[in-house]
């Protein structure tokens, strides 16, 4: 056997070999803990409205996420998201709770290391390709956006 | 000399041996045969690598003071750990006054530094060596993953670091387990890319170091009371036990693996433990106090490690592992 079918055959066994995620409980749980998330949201912007009525849609809505964002950052801090994070998965990450917790989680891991080199350097390193993708895509879009605009 | 294993003529002596592990560790399978449980993970330090370090610095101590020996009859001392530039131990080295050997084998480090210090030892050249390795969840955990608050779930293959240190003091005066032989390993790479599946990357590392250790030594499975790997973990001993199917030799219930055995099933290591710590407190506790009792005549200690990091793997490396074996035998009579 050459060097070469040696890893192939190698690497067909291994992938053969390892134990499969269970699609089944684990989407179940990131759905369910995902949509209870959205529904606390859901649940802060209509109480918003309801108690300050003459706050426009727009302005509940952020502030809403910056409710969830400190939620997030402060679960974060005292050590709970990451465990709702291993038994929910994707239903954490997706929403804004797991963009907040991305940043927060490495300032804390790093704050060691200063505030300029830690905390600010480190803050991104995960954020930062969503931040990258997100300018980048939305770029993108506006882009087109105007060049049909042109033509209607 | 053919390149080979080495089998010692004096046959160093482990005349001192030291476990030192955090409180995860101390709930673990192991737990009864270790020196020291630490109470929380950070040591009374401020970070978690000054807790690594003060790890290894007790480790050393310890392992020193149960050869009944002091301080200043230590001739050299032979160390690494899994950070880069193996910080830990070199800064835990700082604290004595003796000259330092450092070594990386990333999760092999113990058996290399035991293998060269015997060589140290068995040549005469030094008296009394100390040997220690250890490493920290949360230091690995930092350099090679993600920051411990993310909340993101682990790979059904991936393993636990564990927090300890193990360190123990060869010579050829006292009493203690002897090691008899040492073979090191070629660095294998079978083209595994997985980050989290080191078991997977380690085990034909771990087949090639036995099967050349078997032809050099004219020795059998069977030979040994037990034949143990460092951190292959659950997946990657059952592939170790494959691949030297294929080759013919049958691994049977004298075989077993640290990482493995380490934790208990609800302690959620998915496959098991890993780390420099893993096989070195296992080692310097579990398997040091079998050989003094008696229980276990011959043991052959093969931990592996992959020699990887972070940057290699982010430019498409695949991940190398070696294997370093030592041959442990029970005191005479």
């Known amino acids: 056997m050459s060097e070469e079918e040696r890893i192939k055959a190698y ?71 990451d465990k709702i994070g291993r038994f929910a998965g994707g239903g954490t990450i997706v929403p804004i709770t797991g963009f907040s917790n991305s940043i927060t989680s490495p300032s804390i891991e790093f704050k060691h290391e200063g505030i300029i080199y830690g905390i600010c350097v480190k803050m991104f390193t995960i954020a930062g390709p969503i931040i990258v993708f997100g300018v980048v895509s939305s770029a993108f879009v506006g882009l087109i956006y105007y060049i049909i605009g042109l033509f209607m | 000399m053919k390149c080979g294993t080495i089998k010692f003529k004096k046959q160093p002596k482990i005349i001192g041996a030291y476990s030192i592990v955090g409180p995860k560790e101390g709930q673990g399978n192991f737990k009864d045969y270790f020196d020291y449980i630490m109470k929380n993970d950070l040591f009374g330090e401020k970070t978690y690598e000054k807790a690594e370090r003060k790890m290894i610095e007790n480790a050393i101590t310890g392992a020193i003071q149960k050869a009944k020996l002091s301080i200043k009859d230590i001739n050299v001392l032979v160390a690494g750990d899994l950070l880069n530039q193996i910080i830990s131990s070199s800064y835990a080295a700082r604290a004595f ?80 387990p002897r090691v008899t032989m040492a073979t090191f390993g ?118 592996t490690g992959a020699l990887l990091s972070t940057t290699a793997t982010q430019q498409g490396e695949s991940i190398p592992g070696v294997c370093h074996a030592i041959v442990i035998e029970g005191d005479e009579g």
């Open chain 1, 11 to 81: 690497n067909k066994y291994v992938k053969a070999k390892i134990p499969k995620t269970r699609p089944f409980p684990t989407l179940f749980n990131s759905f369910w803990v995902g949509g209870l998330i959205c529904l606390i949201g859901q649940g802060i912007n209509d109480l918003l409205l309801y108690l300050v009525p003459n706050l426009s849609e727009q302005a509940a809505w952020s502030y809403t996420l910056i409710i969830l964002i400190f939620i997030a950052a402060f679960l974060t801090g005292i050590g709970v998201y």
């Open chain 2, 97 to 176: 006054n003796f000259p330092y050997l450092g070594v990386y084998g990333a999760c092999s480090t113990i058996a290399e530094s035991i293998a060269v210090a015997s060589i140290l030892v068995d040549g005469g050249y030094f008296e009394n060596v100390v040997c220690c390795t250890g490493s920290h969840f949360s230091t690995a955990e930092r350099q090679y993953r993600f920051p411990l608050e993310l909340g993101n779930q682990r790979p059904p293959v991936s393993q636990w670091t564990v927090t300890g240190a193990g360190s123990c003091v060869l010579s050829l005066n006292g009493k203690g």
């Open chain 2, 186 to 303: 070629k660095v294998i790479d079978w083209g595994v890319v997985d980050v989290n599946n080191m078991g997977a990357a380690m085990a034909p590392a771990a087949m090639d170091t036995l099967l050349s250790h078997f032809k050099n030594s004219k020795t059998t499975p069977d030979d040994y009371d037990l034949i143990v790997t460092g951190d292959l973990g659950k997946l990657g001993s059952e592939m170790l036990i494959d691949l030297m199917e294929d080759k013919g030799v049958k691994l049977g219930v004298n075989y077993g693996d640290c990482g493995q055995m380490y934790y208990r099933r609800d302690q959620q290591t998915l496959c098991g433990g890993s780390g420099c710590g893993c096989s070195a407190t296992v080692l310097n506790s579990y398997i040091m106090r079998k050989l003094q009792d008696g229980q276990y005549k011959r043991v052959l200690f093969m931990p």
